[in-house]
């Protein structure tokens, strides 16, 4: 069966980095986009960045130039560089991986929660 698990999150001071990763297991999502949402506390969840299968990224403005989403397609990972953390982002962050060609498949991890706080 399809799974992702999401690792890397935990507690960290404002400034700091962490390097989120999404393993997915099951099958090859080399034509998958795969992307990293964020929900805190009484919000809806939002998209914080994506990558397609050709590489091209898209942010939400409240990332852009310190989040740095990639991939590794030979390992089917995602991964989410995140450098200057604010309180802010403090939220559970949850992979998604979806097909480029079709709308029948869309998979989403548990979450891993990230805590930005001094």
């Known amino acids: 069966q399809v799974q992702l698990v999401e690792s890397g999150g935990g507690l960290v001071q404002p400034g700091g980095s962490l390097r989120l990763s999404c393993a997915a297991s099951g099958k090859s999502f080399t034509i998958y986009t795969m992307g990293w949402y964020r929900q805190a506390p009484g919000k809806q969840r939002e998209l914080v960045a994506g990558i397609t299968s050709g590489g091209s990224t898209n942010y939400a403005d409240s990332v852009k130039g310190r989040f740095t989403i990639s991939r590794d397609n030979a390992k089917n990972t995602v991964y989410l560089q995140m450098n200057s953390l604010k309180p802010e982002d403090t939220a559970v962050y949850y992979c998604?991986?979806?097909?480029?060609?079709?709308?029948?498949?869309?998979?989403w991890g548990q979450g891993t929660q990230v805590t930005v706080s001094s």
């Open positions: 998604n991986v979806r097909s480029d060609y079709s709308t029948l498949y869309n998979y």
